[in-house]
């Protein structure tokens, strides 16, 4: 499985993105898919993550209700819309893909649950 994500730049406070994560393969569609992100001198932290199925999510708490997360299956895409953005959203945002589970737990919001990473796109918020 190889992940290709996309989308990040530079945006204002307040200010919205939607970041697009494209897998190759085709266990895509029976894969969990996860959002991390990590700022520069931090860890990785997770985001949100959802189920193969699309019908299930998991998103850190400080995240719920501003950033959405979604998926394609026929564009095999994972998507990570993101409102009022803060400038402590500032970071490299990465997908990843858990290609043995088809259901999102709670697992699920860890770095080790997943066995693909793609590159990460930078996004940075202005204040």
């Known amino acids: 499985v190889q992940l290709q994500a996309s989308g990040g730049g530079l945006v204002q406070a307040g200010g919205s993105l939607r970041l697009s994560c494209v897998a190759s393969?085709?266990?895509?569609?029976?894969?969990?898919m996860g959002w991390f992100r990590q700022a520069p001198g931090k860890e990785r932290e997770f985001v949100a993550a959802?189920?193969?199925?699309?019908?299930?999510?998991v998103y850190a708490d400080s995240m719920k209700g501003r950033f959405t997360i979604s998926r394609d299956g026929a564009k095999n895409t994972v998507y990570l819309e993101m409102k009022s953005l803060k400038p402590e959203d500032t970071a490299v945002y990465s997908c990843?893909?858990?290609?043995?589970?088809?259901?999102?737990?709670?697992?699920?919001?860890?770095?080790?649950?997943?066995?693909?990473w793609g590159q990460g796109t930078q996004v940075t918020v202005s204040s």
């Open positions: 393969g085709r266990t895509f569609s029976r894969s969990v």
């Open positions: 990843a893909a858990d290609t043995a589970h088809y259901g999102v737990y709670a697992t699920h919001k860890v770095v080790s649950a997943y066995e693909y």
């Open positions: 959802i189920s193969g199925s699309g019908g299930s999510t």
